[in-house]
């Protein structure tokens, strides 16, 4: 018994001993010195609770500040001053009041999502009956690749073919004969100052009946549309006219 309240008066300096007296629980209030070389006293009053009641307090000699809190057991006991009165009062009941404003009377608009939910829907839908009409004609896709790809590896041989085709029929010697003829030809042409080749008019190299395309036998009248020597004197008096009506300053 000495042995273990000599272990926990090292401990901890401030503490309480609960201890049962004959079936009713009483509360020893200890209060243990700041040296390490503790006397414990061996006397232990008789618990009777007519003579002393049911809280007792065995003082030992004090502590230069009683209200020193130390920590758990450890190795190097660490201190913990009591704070005061007044932060404990602080933090309890602070001094700065804070105004609390009523929250705000606007009807916010409610949040419509129905036109959303039903896009979505109808992506979700869409995307089922696609899965499922691929599982359905799983064999019917492939095959269709198939063909694809054949019919790619066919048109590819086919190319190939004519290429080497092309390569067995290609004459080297006529070739470069072909090819020294048009180095030495001389351009007879008019150029233009840049030395752009000058290309015919079109109506140098065919007839208008040739363009569209009529018969020998037709023809198409090149003055039609154009005034013939009456009509120019009278829009020449028609335009004096209208100059002294209308535009005399």
Known sequence: MHGALRLLTKRFPVFQLKALHNGSS?????????????????????????????????????????????????????KIVEPFISTIIEKADPTKNISIECPSSEVKPELSLAPRLLTIRRKKMKKHKRRKRYDRDFFKYQKYHREKKLKAEREFLKRMKSHLAELDAFNPEKYVRETITEAKKEWSDELAPTGRKLYPHWSRLMTLEELYGLQKDDYIDKKAGFPTDEDLEKIKSLKLDYANKYRKV
């Open 26 to 78: 009483s509360i020893h209030k200890i209060v243990t010195p700041s040296t390490n070389n503790l006397i414990v006293p061996t006397y232990v009053p008789k618990n009777d609770i007519s003579e002393i009641g049911p809280l007792k307090n065995f003082r030992l000699p004090a502590l230069d500040n009683p209200r020193d809190i130390y920590t758990f057991p450890t190795l190097n006991p660490t």
